[in-house]
């Protein structure tokens, strides 16, 4: 098991945000975290990666219990997240932008750069601009492949499909399903739960911070409530 999450709980003074969540991320797979807001899916996301402290329960990557390790050792150990709302530096041209993916890294970064510079033209083209001239579509490209810097084993993506037009959702989905048939593991937080469903080999459902289902997309699209409270809102 690539990721493993045991037990994990997430308080912010009382409120109880994350309750004994458990959740496998094996190689190759692409496993989807789905619920309403407020559920805890980024808390979730921010407990693994290391931006919030663990209450409760432990985080294993590659079999080592990375629980207290700080975000940056794990980025550098190639458990990478791309937060939700972006976070890129728009006035930091899209190179800037990209090196900063490099910070955990002490080796040379320029082939990793020319090969992310290959599959997005677009961020090539404006590699010397500010990536404030970037489209929504674009700055969201920009955050994954500052991401893919870090050469990460295991991508978290927190609603990264949150703000933008059908056709750069499909090219994003396209690009989560292309990474991954190239080895990268992504655990991917989604309120497009059709898009989501549509590429991951499982998911879990959250409500108010537990898992309340848990299976292969056919089962959980099969399940009336879920179906109800979440399916067909795409
Ligand atoms: N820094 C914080 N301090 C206090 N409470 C917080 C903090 N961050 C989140 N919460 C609370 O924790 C709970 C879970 O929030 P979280 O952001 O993890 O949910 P989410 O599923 O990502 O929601 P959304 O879909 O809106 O992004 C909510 O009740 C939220 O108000
Ligand atoms: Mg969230």
Redesign the pocket.
């Known amino acids: 098991m690539l990721l493993r999450i045991e037990q994990l709980d997430v308080l912010?003074?009382r409120?109880h945000?994350v309750k004994a969540m458990s959740l496998d991320l094996d190689a190759g797979e692409i496993v989807t975290v789905l619920?309403?807001?407020?559920?805890?899916?980024?808390?979730?996301l921010k407990a693994i990666q290391g931006t919030v402290p663990l209450a409760r329960g432990r985080v294993l990557f590659k079999g080592a219990n990375i629980s207290r390790w700080s975000a940056a050792r794990r980025v550098g150990n190639g458990l990478v997240m791309v937060p939700?709302g972006r976070q890129i530096f728009i006035g930091m041209t899209v190179h800037e932008n990209l090196l900063l993916g490099a910070y955990t890294r002490r080796d040379d970064t320029a082939a990793e750069i020319d090969a992310i510079y290959e599959r997005f033209p677009n961020l090539a083209q404006r590699r010397d601009l500010p990536a404030s001239v970037l489209s929504g579509g674009e700055q969201q490209m920009l955050a994954v492949a500052r991401a893919l810097v870090a050469r990460p084993a295991v991508m978290m993506l927190d609603?990264p499909s949150l703000g933008l037009s059908p056709i750069l959702v499909k090219q994003l989905f396209e690009l989560i399903v292309d990474l991954n048939r190239s080895g990268l593991a992504i655990l991917l937080?989604e309120?497009n739960t059709n898009m989501a469903l549509a590429v991951a080999h499982r998911g879990y459902v959250?409500e108010l911070?537990r898992t309340v289902m848990q299976g292969t997309p056919a089962e959980l699209s099969s399940d009336e409530q879920l179906a109800a409270a979440y399916l067909g809102q795409a």
Do not use: D, I, T
């Open positions: 912010y003074g409120n945000a619920g309403a807001n407020g559920a805890g899916k980024s808390s979730l939700e609603e937080v309120q959250l911070g």
